[in-house]
């Protein structure tokens, strides 16, 4: 792996495990050192030493829509690491399945909270803490649900169709000198994803051109990417990531 990010900090929430972890491991390996974020301390615990122990990264546990575990993180990463020069929104939820017309709005209230609004209070505290006078770039993790209907999980599409809208809004707002664009996986061999594929996988993947389901890896290598100075001229975009399965219709 190369040392680009070499003197870089990173925060990544929702890194315990799958895809966060794989964009967490992916950035330790090319040079940065990262706060990894999510609800679970224990779970977090063991995530830091995956990544190469307390010289590596740190961790601090609470819920992705606290604000004051926002503020507590940024602080403890800045005076542990110097500073937050890049952040990835990956905290996501989807709690319930099946139609929008049924859908019990407490749940559609939490899943907008936590994937939408917690993905702009982080970036808000982030810019008031270092990246509005330093700069830096920022990621969030969509879905390709949100870039058309996705019958049972109809409203998490659309948290992430506002996802990917803020993201734009945030890349016209905060240019030069952050930029700040999105990423949108498809189905990811992960835990939250298993109800999409646990024994079918094989069935599930022949609708993907490259026959094959995704996998963390595969997610964390293009954040990499978006956060490097090999995309600074990219802002306000959103990265498909899919095995190309929405060439041919499927989401």
Same mark, same amino acid.
């Not at 779970?43 to 503020?71: F, N, P, R, Y």
């Not at 809208?165 to 992960?190: C, F, M, S, W, Y």
């Given at each position: 792996?190369?040392?680009?990010?070499?003197?870089?900090?990173? #925060?990544?929430?929702?890194?315990?495990?799958?895809?966060?972890?794989?964009?967490?491991?992916?950035?330790?390996?090319?040079?940065?050192?990262?706060? #990894?974020?999510?609800?679970?301390?224990?779970?977090?615990?063991?995530?830091?030493?995956?990544?190469?122990?307390?010289?590596?990264?740190?961790?601090?546990?609470?819920?992705?829509?606290?604000?004051?575990?926002?503020?507590?993180?940024?602080?403890?990463?800045?005076?542990?690491?110097?500073?937050?020069?890049?952040?990835?929104?990956?905290?996501?939820?989807?709690?319930?399945?099946?139609?929008?017309?049924?859908?019990?709005?407490?749940?559609?209230?939490?899943?907008?909270?936590?994937?939408?609004?917690?993905?702009?209070?982080?970036?808000?505290?982030?810019?008031?803490?270092?990246?509005?006078?330093?700069?830096?770039?920022?990621?969030?993790?969509?879905?390709?649900?949100?870039?058309?209907?996705?019958?049972?999980?109809?409203?998490?599409?659309?948290?992430?169709?506002?996802?990917?809208?803020?993201?734009?809004?945030?890349?016209?707002?905060?240019?030069?000198? #952050?930029?700040?664009?999105?990423?949108?996986?498809?189905?990811?061999?992960?835990?939250?994803?298993?109800?999409?594929?646990?024994?079918?996988?094989?069935?599930?993947?022949?609708?993907?051109?490259?026959?094959?389901?995704?996998?963390?890896?595969? #997610?964390?290598?293009?954040?990499?990417?978006?956060?490097?100075?090999?995309?600074?001229?990219?802002?306000?975009?959103?990265?498909?990531?899919?095995?190309?399965?929405?060439?041919?219709?499927?989401?």
């Amino acid at each position: 792996m190369s040392k680009r990010f070499e003197g870089k900090v990173a #925060i990544v929430t929702g890194a315990s495990r799958g895809i966060g972890l794989a964009i967490a491991q992916r950035l330790v390996a090319d040079g940065a050192r990262v706060c #990894i974020t999510a609800r679970k301390q224990e779970a977090l615990d063991e995530a830091v030493a995956t990544l190469g122990g307390e010289e590596h990264a740190m961790a601090v546990a609470g819920k992705s829509d606290d604000v004051t575990h926002q503020a507590d993180a940024i602080k403890r990463t800045i005076a542990e690491f110097g500073s937050v020069d890049m952040l990835v929104n990956n905290t996501g939820i989807n709690p319930v399945y099946g139609p929008m017309v049924e859908m019990d709005l407490a749940a559609a209230r939490k899943i907008f909270e936590v994937n939408c609004l917690a993905a702009l209070s982080w970036v808000q505290q982030a810019h008031q803490a270092w990246l509005g006078e330093h700069g830096g770039a920022v990621v969030n993790v969509s879905s390709v649900a949100g870039t058309r209907p996705a019958p049972g999980i109809g409203f998490y599409g659309a948290s992430k169709a506002m996802l990917t809208h803020i993201t734009q809004e945030l890349a016209v707002e905060l240019g030069p000198d #952050i930029r700040v664009n999105a990423v949108a996986p498809a189905v990811v061999k992960t835990q939250f994803a298993t109800a999409l594929y646990e024994g079918r996988e094989d069935d599930v993947a022949q609708a993907y051109p490259l026959k094959r389901l995704g996998v963390p890896d595969d #997610i964390g290598s293009v954040v990499a990417f978006l956060l490097s100075q090999d995309a600074a001229w990219l802002t306000g975009q959103l990265i498909v990531i899919d095995g190309g399965v929405t060439l041919t219709g499927g989401v």
